[in-house]
């Protein structure tokens, strides 16, 4: 199985505030990457796919990067709206496997 | 717009059986591959079951093979999960979750708002 990293497990941030999330996969995985959003209680809802592709109606904001083995999530300016927990997952090979979630939270 | 329904959970005692259901519109349900995805109480995301567009691949991890089966029905636009032989491991809030319009496996576009499982005796 492909063994997914997130740093950091949890960060503080401002409103406004540049942030970068950090995944590393066990194993080459190309840009079978995916990223997700998930608020307290909630489901979570796909951002990025594909390492670097914006879903539809997402804010520009997000953005993904990377490829092989190391991705980066970017929120360009944190909104409020933003504090929630962000998920990787690989789509490169069965089983499918997240990494453990960051948390952003308010600083 | 999309919508995924998903009922069925409850408490169940190690041993039982449940199915989940997930009732879905807004979309060409035919067209999509459909996966079940579950989050044990304070935990991260395990994905646990795939069913191609037309009901003929599946595919799930080691944890729940052999144990869960995933089936659709594309006429009610509903895919189900079968749980059999339940441990307290699998408590879990359980998602529905649909595979994007390129036809691409393991990329989750829509989710349910999860159905509630635990396993207790």
């Known amino acids: 199985d492909i063994h997914m990293t997130q740093s950091p497990s949890s960060l503080s941030a401002a409103v406004g505030d540049r942030v970068t999330i950090t995944c590393r996969a066990s194993q080459d995985i190309g840009n079978w990457l995916a990223w997700y959003q998930q608020k307290p209680g909630k489901a979570p809802e796909l951002l990025i796919y594909?390492?670097?592709r914006l879903l539809s109606g997402v804010p520009s904001r997000f953005s993904g990067s990377g490829s092989g083995r190391e991705f980066t999530l970017t929120i360009s300016a944190l909104q409020p709206e933003d504090f929630a927990t962000f998920y990787c997952q690989q789509a490169n090979s069965f089983p499918f496997t997240f990494g453990p979630g960051t948390k952003v939270d308010i600083k | 717009q999309v919508q995924l329904v998903e009922s069925g959970g409850g408490v169940v005692q190690p041993g039982g059986s449940l199915r989940l259901s997930c009732a879905t519109s807004?979309?060409?349900?035919?067209?999509?591959?459909m996966d079940w995805v579950r989050q044990a109480p304070g935990k991260g995301l395990e994905w646990v079951a795939l069913?191609?567009?037309?009901?003929?691949?599946?595919n799930y991890p080691d944890s729940v093979r052999g144990r869960f089966i995933i089936s659709r029905d594309n006429s009610k636009n509903t895919v189900y999960l079968q749980m059999n032989s339940l441990i307290p491991e699998d408590t879990a809030v359980y998602y529905c979750?649909?595979?994007?319009?390129?036809?691409?496996?393991?990329?989750?576009?829509?989710w349910g708002q999860g159905t509630p499982l635990t396993v207790s005796s």
């Open positions: 807004g979309f060409t349900f035919k067209s999509h591959a």
């Open positions: 979750a649909r595979g994007n319009d390129y036809g691409d496996y393991g990329v989750f576009d829509s």
């Open positions: 069913i191609s567009s037309d009901g003929y691949y599946e």
């Open positions: 594909a390492a670097s």
